[in-house]
Antibody, heavy 117, light 110 residues
């Protein structure tokens, strides 16, 4: 079955960077698109960007210049790096696979990133 | 890109039907038949309930249905059950490889 397993929780200081990984199985990796979505404590979902099957990306306007999404077909892993962290970046970050319908079909378990001095 | 507009809360008694709205613009909800809905229980990852406005993934009960009129999409939950109590989010493709979410609706089963 489809599985997306994300890396563990992180605690970072303001100004630092964080890199979250998402290891996948159960489907054809090379043809899949992946999104990253985050959710601040008690808040709603926020779309961050997409990395397509050929490795090209589109980022949400609010993250441009601070976010980088990459993928490694040899290990079936997707990565999201966010830099210049601030307290408002404290959130659960989700890796999500498009199920083929321009949707958010399959979700990772989420990775809590806490930014605190 | 602005978030889609959802009511913050909705409620209904067991067995009743509840409809949650999701209002966007002609650039997102009104411009594409690519609206989807997600259910999220506390402490869990969201789960896809409806895609392409009205289609259900396998395993989702047919009590969940979706529709769209103009710039507003709707999710209807019929025959409410206790386990339907959760937060619900809509999402839409907004063109130019951009997606947008609604602010979420907390559904309470009375």
């Amino acid at each position: 079955q489809v599985q997306l397993v994300q890396s563990g929780a992180e605690v970072k200081k303001p100004g630092a960077s964080v890199k979250v990984s998402c290891k996948t199985s159960g489907f054809t990796f090379t043809g899949s698109y992946f999104h990253w979505v985050r959710q601040a404590p008690g808040q709603g979902l926020e779309w961050m960007g997409i990395i397509r099957s050929r490795g090209d990306m589109t980022y949400a306007q609010g993250f441009q210049g601070r976010v980088s999404m990459t993928r490694d077909s040899s290990t079936r892993t997707v990565y999201m790096q966010l830099s210049s962290l601030r307290s408002e970046d404290t959130a659960v970050y989700y890796c999500v696979r498009d199920a083929g319908h321009w949707d958010f079909g399959h979700w990772g378990q989420g990775t809590l990133v806490t930014v605190s001095s | 890109q602005s978030a889609l507009t959802q009511p913050p809360s909705a409620s209904g008694s067991p067995g009743q039907s509840v409809t949650i709205s999701c209002t966007g613009t002609s650039s997102d909800v009104g411009g594409h038949n690519l609206v989807s809905w997600y259910q999220q229980h506390p402490g869990k990852a969201p789960e896809l309930m409806i895609y392409e406005v009205s289609k259900r993934p396998s395993g989702v009960p047919d009590r969940f249905s979706g529709s769209k009129s103009g710039n507003t999409a709707s999710l209807t939950v019929s025959g409410l059950q206790a386990e339907d109590e959760a937060n619900y989010y809509c999402s839409s493709f907004a063109g130019s490889s951009i997606w947008v979410f609604g602010g979420g609706t907390k559904l309470t089963v009375l």
